[in-house]
Protein backbone atom coordinates (compact mmCIF):
# COMPACT_ATOMS: atom_id res chain seq x y z
CA UNK A 1 0.00 0.00 0.00
CA UNK A 2 1.30 3.67 -0.90
CA UNK A 3 2.11 5.40 2.33
CA UNK A 4 0.96 8.88 0.27
CA UNK A 5 -2.55 9.35 1.65
CA UNK A 6 -2.24 6.43 4.46
CA UNK A 7 -2.30 8.66 6.98
CA UNK A 8 -4.59 11.06 6.09
CA UNK A 9 -7.53 7.98 5.68
CA UNK A 10 -5.83 6.87 9.22
CA UNK A 11 -6.56 9.99 10.68
CA UNK A 12 -9.61 10.40 8.92
CA UNK A 13 -11.12 6.77 10.33
CA UNK A 14 -10.61 7.79 13.52
CA UNK A 15 -13.96 10.71 12.92
CA UNK A 16 -15.43 7.42 10.95
CA UNK A 17 -18.74 8.02 13.22
CA UNK A 18 -18.77 11.50 13.42
CA UNK A 19 -21.26 11.75 10.01
CA UNK A 20 -23.43 8.94 11.71
CA UNK A 21 -26.89 8.45 10.93
CA UNK A 22 -29.91 6.43 11.23
CA UNK A 23 -30.16 6.12 7.46
CA UNK A 24 -26.39 5.66 6.26
CA UNK A 25 -24.70 4.89 9.66
CA UNK A 26 -20.97 5.12 9.15
CA UNK A 27 -21.11 5.42 5.15
CA UNK A 28 -20.50 9.37 4.88
CA UNK A 29 -17.48 8.68 7.61
CA UNK A 30 -16.28 5.64 5.63
CA UNK A 31 -16.74 7.88 2.27
CA UNK A 32 -14.36 10.93 4.49
CA UNK A 33 -11.54 8.73 5.16
CA UNK A 34 -11.63 7.05 1.81
CA UNK A 35 -12.02 10.28 -0.05
CA UNK A 36 -8.28 11.24 -0.49
CA UNK A 37 -7.92 7.59 -2.46
CA UNK A 38 -10.85 8.30 -4.45
CA UNK A 39 -9.48 12.07 -5.79
CA UNK A 40 -6.37 10.52 -6.80
CA UNK A 41 -7.54 7.27 -8.45
CA UNK A 42 -10.13 9.25 -10.35
CA UNK A 43 -8.65 12.86 -11.51
CA UNK A 44 -11.43 13.64 -14.01
CA UNK A 45 -14.62 15.13 -12.61
CA UNK A 46 -17.39 12.96 -13.84
CA UNK A 47 -15.52 9.46 -12.49
CA UNK A 48 -14.67 11.04 -9.60
CA UNK A 49 -18.46 12.14 -8.83
CA UNK A 50 -19.45 8.90 -9.39
CA UNK A 51 -16.97 7.08 -7.34
CA UNK A 52 -17.89 9.59 -4.44
CA UNK A 53 -21.71 8.85 -4.87
CA UNK A 54 -21.26 4.77 -4.91
CA UNK A 55 -19.72 5.04 -1.27
CA UNK A 56 -22.11 7.29 0.25
CA UNK A 57 -24.05 4.41 0.86
CA UNK A 58 -25.04 2.45 3.86
CA UNK A 59 -22.19 1.45 6.18
CA UNK A 60 -21.81 -0.05 9.21
CA UNK A 61 -19.00 -1.96 11.26
CA UNK A 62 -16.82 -2.42 14.54
CA UNK A 63 -14.81 1.05 14.01
CA UNK A 64 -11.92 -0.35 14.82
CA UNK A 65 -12.14 -2.72 12.21
CA UNK A 66 -12.96 0.06 9.54
CA UNK A 67 -9.27 -0.26 8.45
CA UNK A 68 -9.49 -3.47 6.98
CA UNK A 69 -11.95 -2.73 4.93
CA UNK A 70 -10.71 0.66 3.88
CA UNK A 71 -7.47 -1.18 2.69
CA UNK A 72 -9.26 -3.56 0.83
CA UNK A 73 -11.44 -1.01 -0.96
CA UNK A 74 -8.49 1.08 -1.88
CA UNK A 75 -7.12 -1.73 -3.75
CA UNK A 76 -10.04 -2.94 -5.76
CA UNK A 77 -10.80 1.10 -6.75
CA UNK A 78 -7.31 0.92 -8.01
CA UNK A 79 -8.03 -2.24 -10.05
CA UNK A 80 -11.48 -0.61 -11.62
CA UNK A 81 -9.62 2.39 -12.30
CA UNK A 82 -7.68 1.22 -14.66
CA UNK A 83 -10.73 -0.53 -16.32
CA UNK A 84 -13.23 1.06 -18.90
CA UNK A 85 -16.35 0.64 -20.01
CA UNK A 86 -18.60 -2.81 -18.47
CA UNK A 87 -15.63 -4.41 -17.10
CA UNK A 88 -15.15 -1.43 -14.78
CA UNK A 89 -18.49 -1.64 -14.11
CA UNK A 90 -18.66 -5.43 -13.19
CA UNK A 91 -15.24 -4.59 -11.05
CA UNK A 92 -17.23 -1.60 -9.43
CA UNK A 93 -20.17 -3.86 -8.83
CA UNK A 94 -18.18 -6.67 -6.84
CA UNK A 95 -16.48 -4.44 -4.88
CA UNK A 96 -19.85 -3.41 -3.53
CA UNK A 97 -21.19 -6.45 -2.83
CA UNK A 98 -17.27 -7.31 -1.30
CA UNK A 99 -17.67 -4.12 0.75
CA UNK A 100 -21.02 -5.48 2.56
CA UNK A 101 -20.10 -8.48 3.07
CA UNK A 102 -16.47 -7.55 5.13
CA UNK A 103 -18.55 -4.80 7.03
CA UNK A 104 -20.79 -7.52 8.34
CA UNK A 105 -17.77 -10.25 9.01
CA UNK A 106 -15.48 -7.74 10.79
CA UNK A 107 -18.43 -6.22 12.70
CA UNK A 108 -19.15 -9.70 14.24
CA UNK A 109 -15.23 -10.19 15.49
CA UNK A 110 -14.37 -6.81 16.52
CA UNK A 111 -17.15 -6.76 18.95
CA UNK A 112 -16.38 -9.42 19.99
CA UNK A 113 -12.98 -8.83 20.70
CA UNK A 114 -13.08 -5.13 21.34
CA UNK A 115 -16.22 -4.62 22.82
CA UNK A 116 -16.80 -8.19 24.83
CA UNK A 117 -13.10 -8.59 25.40
CA UNK A 118 -10.38 -6.65 25.03
CA UNK A 119 -12.90 -3.81 27.61
CA UNK A 120 -13.56 -5.37 30.13
CA UNK A 121 -10.29 -7.29 30.43
CA UNK A 122 -8.50 -3.38 30.56
CA UNK A 123 -10.93 -2.36 32.99
CA UNK A 124 -10.31 -4.84 35.32
CA UNK A 125 -6.32 -4.22 34.72
CA UNK A 126 -6.74 -0.70 35.53
CA UNK A 127 -8.84 -1.33 38.67
CA UNK A 128 -6.25 -3.83 39.86
CA UNK A 129 -3.58 -1.07 39.59
CA UNK A 130 -5.72 1.40 40.58
CA UNK A 131 -5.80 -0.46 44.40
CA UNK A 132 -1.97 -1.34 44.31
CA UNK A 133 -1.08 2.34 43.77
CA UNK A 134 -3.43 3.25 46.27
CA UNK A 135 -2.17 0.46 48.45
CA UNK A 136 1.25 1.59 48.31
CA UNK A 137 0.25 5.11 49.28
CA UNK A 138 1.29 6.64 45.37
CA UNK A 139 0.00 9.63 44.53
CA UNK A 140 -3.05 10.13 42.08
CA UNK A 141 -4.00 6.56 42.01
CA UNK A 142 -6.90 6.87 40.88
CA UNK A 143 -5.16 8.88 37.43
CA UNK A 144 -3.22 6.34 37.18
CA UNK A 145 -5.86 3.32 36.92
CA UNK A 146 -7.29 5.66 34.22
CA UNK A 147 -4.01 6.37 32.04
CA UNK A 148 -3.41 2.47 31.88
CA UNK A 149 -7.06 1.51 31.08
CA UNK A 150 -6.70 4.15 27.93
CA UNK A 151 -3.61 2.42 27.32
CA UNK A 152 -4.44 -0.84 27.26
CA UNK A 153 -7.49 -0.08 25.18
CA UNK A 154 -6.30 1.77 22.85
CA UNK A 155 -2.95 0.91 21.98
CA UNK A 156 -4.06 -2.43 20.27
CA UNK A 157 -7.61 -0.11 18.95
CA UNK A 158 -4.94 1.95 17.08
CA UNK A 159 -3.02 -0.67 15.81
CA UNK A 160 -5.80 -2.16 14.17
CA UNK A 161 -6.96 0.79 12.35
CA UNK A 162 -2.83 1.21 10.69
CA UNK A 163 -1.76 -2.10 10.05
CA UNK A 164 -5.52 -2.94 9.22
CA UNK A 165 -5.08 -0.34 6.39
CA UNK A 166 -2.24 -2.23 4.66
CA UNK A 167 -3.31 -5.94 5.38
CA UNK A 168 -6.53 -4.67 3.89
CA UNK A 169 -5.29 -3.98 0.84
CA UNK A 170 -3.11 -7.02 0.34
CA UNK A 171 -5.67 -9.32 1.33
CA UNK A 172 -8.39 -7.96 -0.63
CA UNK A 173 -10.99 -10.24 -1.22
CA UNK A 174 -9.10 -13.32 0.60
CA UNK A 175 -9.63 -10.89 3.51
CA UNK A 176 -12.13 -14.19 5.42
CA UNK A 177 -9.45 -16.85 4.74
CA UNK A 178 -6.64 -14.53 5.76
CA UNK A 179 -8.75 -13.38 8.92
CA UNK A 180 -9.24 -16.98 9.65
CA UNK A 181 -5.26 -17.66 10.12
CA UNK A 182 -5.16 -15.14 13.28
CA UNK A 183 -7.25 -17.64 15.52
CA UNK A 184 -9.21 -14.83 16.70
CA UNK A 185 -11.04 -16.89 19.40
CA UNK A 186 -8.14 -18.32 20.68
CA UNK A 187 -7.03 -14.86 21.42
CA UNK A 188 -10.62 -13.73 22.79
CA UNK A 189 -10.53 -16.76 25.17
CA UNK A 190 -7.01 -16.15 26.49
CA UNK A 191 -8.04 -12.62 26.86
CA UNK A 192 -11.37 -13.80 28.39
CA UNK A 193 -9.32 -16.00 31.10
CA UNK A 194 -6.87 -12.54 32.04
CA UNK A 195 -9.85 -10.01 32.73
CA UNK A 196 -11.58 -12.71 35.12
CA UNK A 197 -8.75 -13.50 37.10
CA UNK A 198 -7.90 -9.80 37.34
CA UNK A 199 -11.34 -9.45 38.65
CA UNK A 200 -11.49 -12.27 40.66
CA UNK A 201 -8.13 -10.80 41.98
CA UNK A 202 -9.72 -7.15 42.57
CA UNK A 203 -12.50 -8.42 44.42
CA UNK A 204 -11.14 -10.76 46.62
CA UNK A 205 -8.24 -8.05 47.80
CA UNK A 206 -10.89 -5.36 48.27
CA UNK A 207 -13.51 -7.52 49.94
CA UNK A 208 -11.18 -9.60 52.36
CA UNK A 209 -7.72 -8.56 52.49
CA UNK A 210 -6.99 -5.52 54.84
CA UNK A 211 -6.80 -2.15 54.51
CA UNK A 212 -9.34 -2.45 51.53
CA UNK A 213 -12.10 -4.08 54.01
CA UNK A 214 -12.47 -6.70 56.98
CA UNK A 215 -13.02 -10.68 56.27
CA UNK A 216 -16.32 -12.07 56.86
CA UNK A 217 -18.49 -14.68 55.98
CA UNK A 218 -21.00 -12.70 54.10
CA UNK A 219 -18.34 -10.52 51.82
CA UNK A 220 -18.46 -14.58 49.96
CA UNK A 221 -22.15 -14.21 49.97
CA UNK A 222 -21.55 -10.86 47.68
CA UNK A 223 -18.91 -12.39 45.48
CA UNK A 224 -21.40 -15.29 44.76
CA UNK A 225 -23.79 -12.65 43.99
CA UNK A 226 -21.68 -11.27 41.13
CA UNK A 227 -21.78 -14.58 39.30
CA UNK A 228 -24.94 -14.97 39.69
CA UNK A 229 -25.61 -11.64 37.87
CA UNK A 230 -23.46 -13.42 35.43
CA UNK A 231 -25.37 -16.01 34.85
CA UNK A 232 -28.78 -14.17 34.47
CA UNK A 233 -27.01 -12.47 31.47
CA UNK A 234 -25.30 -9.57 32.51
CA UNK A 235 -22.38 -8.70 30.35
CA UNK A 236 -18.94 -8.75 31.35
CA UNK A 237 -18.21 -5.20 31.32
CA UNK A 238 -21.18 -4.55 33.77
CA UNK A 239 -19.54 -6.98 35.83
CA UNK A 240 -16.54 -5.53 36.35
CA UNK A 241 -17.99 -2.21 36.79
CA UNK A 242 -19.89 -3.44 39.64
CA UNK A 243 -17.17 -5.05 41.00
CA UNK A 244 -15.27 -2.01 41.03
CA UNK A 245 -17.97 0.88 42.07
CA UNK A 246 -19.02 -1.56 44.87
CA UNK A 247 -14.86 -2.27 45.81
CA UNK A 248 -14.15 1.28 45.49
CA UNK A 249 -17.40 2.44 47.82
CA UNK A 250 -16.07 -0.11 50.44
CA UNK A 251 -12.58 0.57 50.57
CA UNK A 252 -13.41 4.57 51.21
CA UNK A 253 -16.11 3.31 53.79
CA UNK A 254 -14.11 1.22 55.84
CA UNK A 255 -10.64 3.47 55.51
Known sequence: MDEGPRLP????????????????????GFLFALDPWLRRFYPEPEPQKEALRRHMEYFNTQPHMAGFILGAVVGMERE?????????????????????????????????????????VCLAIAIAAWGLFWTLG????????????????????????WEGLRLGHSWGERMPQELARLRWRRATRLLRWAGLAAAAAVTVCVLLVPPFGPPGPWNVLWLAGCLLLQRRGLTAARIYAIMGVVGA???????
Open 9 to 28: TFLRSLLLQGLWSFERMQGL
Open 138 to 161: MPHPLLVGCLIYLTLFNLPALWAR
Open 80 to 120: ASLLEGPRREESILRLLSAKRAMASALAAIGDGVFWGVLRP
Open 249 to 255: TWAWVWT
